[in-house]
């Protein structure tokens, strides 16, 4: 009897003090990778547009994808998956560290010898009939100081595509690994194979997938295993389960920090800059704001990542921050000319659209994109469509993918290898009710506190019920690669290593808080300059370059002081802006106990200055009139 295995683990149990480095031998991996999931052939990708081309023609044969129309959204494409693959499957996402506890209680836990068996069964003979594509990739700039290496080997076209927007392939990163330097293997398939194990062919689909998925993370050895799907961050694997689960873990071992954060730089009228990062669970508003366009006249947002940060103290002392990935893959549900004009300019060609609407005459629609849905649409099922058939037209956690160089707004720098120094770090989350508008942490400590329990309302792209409230702590609550109270503490150590005189400045807001009535009490979209204007003119304070009063404290943080936002021109009452900054000290006790019995699900591995914050929280709110 033949007993089949994965490839051979790497045993990397790292010190979690200094950088942990392996090194693999390439060739013989893909040899390994090979000889299980048995491919007709092995493709090593270079990044090339002609390679790039040559797959997008593929797959428009093969009826994966469908070319828009030339002249209204050039050299773009729409994609339909099965309707059994259209978004992360968070019950089918593992951790498989070596002791569950290291795992936590938010992650799905697997021992890793009994996942590594289980994961030969599946892949054994996975990619007969089709190619396995090598696809060499650097997240963030090649060679960059915060940068990372990692290859995934995959038998979907649609991936490599995607992978190659959202990525840097080429083949000098072969060469910096056959030259020592450590990279993360990731392994895709969508368990499909066009032949038995007697030979017999099997037809294909356009889109190819398997009911079975596993989508495997191995922290020790830095591996990625992913298997069944073929859609958005199950099958890119440098996106989430690579640029946060595994670098997480990567940024714990080494002192830094790979974050689910947007960034941007943001300058004033008076010509000074200010570098933001900011995380928000999905569906809250983290699109709008990377590209944001801003209200207020003087002053300009420059786009400089949508989703994902890499965190690093600099030599300065300043805490330094990149955008690993290449590309945006953003929600399209919702995204207008209104909402996000530069989104709406960046997919103006060369995207690949996904699960949206297709139009008679070759372009793309969703919910959201314009007032009123134009006639004869098709839906993302390829079924024809019609206002008030019950369905949506595109599913609501449709996506496009695209290069991040397309965006109007994108920063002349955002390629800088050596990042960008933060000046102030802001959390937020969808909540009607209670969280104001911004507030201001009173200490890096509180900082982390209010990131800890950041709440929000649940997002489509994501498993579960539409609306309901959970906790979703630095907005990685699906993303985070180990103990997520041990998470905390790490951004405890990471702030105390940075000069307080430079180290950024946190903040949390709200954008979503509604009145009554349901009406929502703030304009968001381009309005939320005005926040963000405060926010660094709260650095400007902190630095000692303004004199003026910018803020009052409250229990929860400093608060915009009267005048100190800007509303002018707004159709904001002074009653609603009283309303976006209150704080009930009653429905904050509530607050205050739910958080208590949140702590309680991790047990004695949350920092003990966290219970602190929280002790504080509730003498701040026993003092309030």
């Not at 330097?181 to 066009?194: C, D, I, T």
């Not at 990062?277 to 209200?295: D, E, R, V, Y």
């Not at 329990?453 to 990685?476: H, I, K, N, W, Y």
């Amino acid at each position: 009897m033949t007993v089949t295995t994965l490839p051979p683990a790497v045993d990397r149990t790292p010190a979690r003090t200094g950088a942990a480095t392996v090194r693999r031998d390439l060739r013989a991996w893909v040899a390994d990778v090979a000889d299980l999931t048995e491919p007709d052939a092995v493709v090593w990708c270079d990044g090339s547009p002609a390679e790039r081309q040559a797959l997008l023609d593929g797959m428009v044969a093969a009826g994966t994808l469908i070319p828009l129309d030339p002249v209204l959204r050039p050299g773009s494409y729409l994609a339909r998956s099965d309707p059994s693959d259209v978004a992360r499957v968070e019950s089918r996402t593992f951790i498989c560290s070596r002791a569950q506890a290291d795992a936590g209680p938010t992650n799905n836990w697997r021992d890793p010898d009994a996942m590594r068996a289980e994961l030969a069964g599946v892949f054994e003979g996975s990619m007969r009939g089709r190619t396995m594509y090598v696809v060499p990739f650097s997240m963030g700039p090649l060679g960059g100081p915060i940068s990372q290496l990692g290859v995934q080997l995959t038998d979907s076209p649609y991936v490599v595509v995607g992978m190659q927007t959202m990525t840097r392939v080429s083949r000098r990163v072969v060469a910096m690994i056959d030259a020592g330097a450590s990279f993360v293997p990731a392994v895709h398939s969508v368990g499909a194979p066009l032949r038995t194990v007697s030979g017999t062919a099997v037809a294909d689909v356009p889109w190819p997938c398997n009911d079975t998925k596993y989508i495997a993370h191995f922290p020790e050895t830095r591996e990625i295993w992913s298997f069944g799907s073929g859609y958005g961050g199950n099958a890119l694997l440098g996106k989430k389960c690579f640029a946060l689960r595994i670098a997480s873990v990567m940024g714990r071992d080494e002192g830094w920090l790979a974050e689910h954060m947007l960034l941007v730089r943001l300058t004033s009228p008076q010509g000074r800059r200010y570098h933001v990062a900011a995380a928000f669970p999905s569906a809250c508003g983290k699109t709008n704001l990377a590209m944001l366009t801003p209200s207020l006249p003087g002053w300009r947002v420059e786009t400089l990542g949508d989703d994902i940060a890499w965190l690093r103290a600099g030599p300065d002392g300043t805490l330094r921050a990149i955008n690993p990935e290449a590309g945006f893959f953003g929600v399209a549900p919702g995204t207008s000319v209104a909402t996000n004009p530069a989104a709406i300019a960046t997919l103006d060609h060369d995207t690949v659209f996904t699960n949206v609407a297709l139009t008679p005459d070759g372009d793309v629609w969703w919910e959201g994109l314009t007032p009123e849905p134009p006639e004869g649409l098709v839906d993302w099922t390829g079924q024809p469509w019609e206002p008030g058939c019950g369905r949506p037209a595109a599913h609501p956690n449709s996506r496009f993918t695209v290069a991040a160089a397309q965006c109007p707004t994108i920063a002349d720098s955002w390629e800088d290898p050596d990042g960008v120094p933060l000046d102030a770090i802001v959390f937020g989350g969808r909540r009607a009710t209670n969280v104001p508008l911004v507030a201001q942490a009173h200490s890096w400590e509180h900082g982390v506190f209010l990131g800890a329990t950041v709440s929000s309302e649940q997002t489509a792209a994501a498993e579960g019920t539409v609306g309901e409230l959970r906790r979703d702590p630095f907005a990685m609550l699906p993303f985070c690669g180990y103990d997520m109270a041990d998470h905390w503490a790490h951004w405890l150590r990471v702030g105390a290593t940075l000069d307080p005189a430079t180290r950024p400045l946190v903040f949390q807001v709200n954008w979503f808080r509604k009145d009554a009535a349901g009406r929502y009490l703030w304009p968001g979209f381009g309005e939320n300059v005005r926040v963000l204007a405060w926010i660094v003119e709260q650095v400007d304070r902190a630095r000692g370059e303004r004199t003026d009063v910018g803020a009052v404290p409250s229990p929860v943080g400093l608060l915009p002081a009267p005048g100190a936002l800007d509303t002018s021109g707004l159709d904001v009452t002074d009653e609603d802006l009283r309303a976006l900054l209150d704080v009930d000290p009653r429905t904050w006790a509530v607050e205050a106990d739910l958080t208590e019995d949140f702590f309680a699900g991790f047990g004695d591995r949350v920092p003990a200055a966290l219970h602190h914050q929280l002790a504080l929280l509730r003498e701040r709110l026993s003092g309030t009139p």
